[in-house]
C-alpha cells in the first residue's frame, strides 16, 4: 500500500524553470507590441475628442450669430468666449499644447497651438 501512495507522489509534476521563464518571455513580447498601438489608439482618440468638440463650439457660434445674441466681427475676445459659455462649456483640449482657436471672419473653430491674426484662443483669450 505505501509503494502505490509512493508513486502517486513522484508521478506528480509542475511546470519547469524553463517553461516558467518561457512563458515570460512571451508575455514580454505581447506586451512590448501592444503597448504601442493602443499609445497609437489614445492619440487618435485624444484627437478626435478636439475635433468633436471643435465642431460643436463651432455650431453654438453659429446658432448664437443666427439667433443675433452674438456677433464675432464687433465684439472682443472676452464677450465671446461668455456668449458662447451660456451655451456650451469651453472644454480644455486633450491633446498638450494645442487649443481651440475661432477664426473671427468666418466663425470656424479649429484646433491649434497659437491664435494667429483675426482668431482667438478660446481656452486662453489673454
Known sequence: MLNIFGKRVKNKKGFTLTELIIV??????????????LIGYLDDARENTDLANAKTIENTVLRLEA???????????????????TEVQIPSCEQDGMNFILNTETGDVSVAESAGADEINLNDPS
Do not use: C, F, H, M
Not at 464687433?74 to 465671446?80: M, S, T
Open 24 to 37: 515570460v518571455a512571451i508575455l514580454g513580447i505581447l506586451v512590448g507590441i501592444a503597448t504601442p498601438l
Open 67 to 85: 439667433r443675433g445674441t452674438l456677433s464675432i466681427a464687433n465684439a472682443d475676445a472676452q464677450d465671446i468666449i461668455d456668449a458662447i459659455e
